[in-house]
T-cell receptor, first 114, second 114 residues
Framework: SQTIHQWPATLVQPVGSPLSLECTVEGTSNPNLYWYRQAAGRGLQLLFY??????ISSEVPQNLSASRPQDRQFILSSKKLLLSDSGFYLC?????????????FGEGSRLTVL | AQSVSQHNHHVILSEAASLELGCNYS??????LFWYVQYPGQHLQLLLKYFSGDPLVKGIKGFEAEFIKSKFSFNLRKPSVQWSDTAEYFCAVIPYSSASKIIFGSGTRLSIRP
């Protein structure tokens, strides 16, 4: 069966420090991968998605970047965190190239920037 | 800007009341439509989806949704809610012009009074 792992679960970082959130999917190949940020009252904001290794689509201009160095690995990064980067980040994947639209979510990473 | 709108931020109902949650999207052309639910402390899970065919789709737990193309709407309904339906509900869209991109609305929090 397929599983998705996301870490760390909780992170407290000072303003200006770097960030790296990792996500890996097991039990499938060539998935579509997604990073969302969930905020109360604002739903899930799509940050990045990837349809293949090295292919990243960015949805919003921001202080974050994403990379997909391997087929089932998706990394969310920042060189210098801002206070506004605080939030709950969710990694997700779809099978069949996303056509079914059914997303499977990781446990999430709660980031607090102080 | 193209978007997915859920105008009801918080809905409070008594058990056995009927439910309708609104969802409107602003993408032209063919779209795939979804409703996800997030129960307290749990991951988002797919409730139902529409790709084509009968515009009235049925999902799990007695939920259904109707696609009205002329109104760009995909409202979620349930004839008689239960306390266990307390959750947050998210509408999502895949705009065919941007296949693989899954856009969520801001969510509607549903509270059911026992």
């Amino acid at each position: 069966s397929q599983t998705i792992h996301q870490w760390p679960a909780t992170l407290v970082q000072p303003v200006g420090s770097p960030l790296s959130l990792e996500c890996t999917v097991e039990g499938t190949s060539n998935p579509n991968l997604y990073w969302y940020r969930q905020a109360a009252g604002r739903g899930l904001q799509l940050l990045f998605y990837s349809v293949g290794i090295g292919q990243i689509s960015s949805e919003v201009p921001q202080n974050l970047s994403a990379s997909r160095p391997q087929d089932r690995q998706f990394i969310l990064s920042s060189k210098k965190l801002l206070l506004s980067d605080s939030g709950f980040y969710l990694c997700a994947w779809t099978r069949d190239r996303g056509e079914s639209g059914e997303l499977f979510f990781g446990e999430g990473s709660r980031l607090t920037v102080l | 800007a193209q978007s997915v709108s859920q105008h009801n931020h918080h809905v409070i109902l008594s058990e056995a009341a009927s439910l309708e949650l609104g969802c409107n999207y602003s993408y032209g052309g063919t779209v795939n439509l979804f409703w996800y639910v997030q129960y307290p402390g749990q991951h988002l899970q797919l409730l139902l989806k529409y790709f084509s065919g009968d515009p009235l789709v049925k999902g799990i737990k007695g939920f259904e949704a109707e696609f009205i193309k002329s109104k760009f709407s995909f409202n979620l309904r349930k004839p008689s809610v239960q306390w266990s339906d307390t959750a947050e509900y998210f509408c999502a869209v895949i705009p065919y012009s941007s296949a693989s991109k899954i856009i969520f609305g801001s969510g509607t929090r549903l509270s059911i009074r026992p």
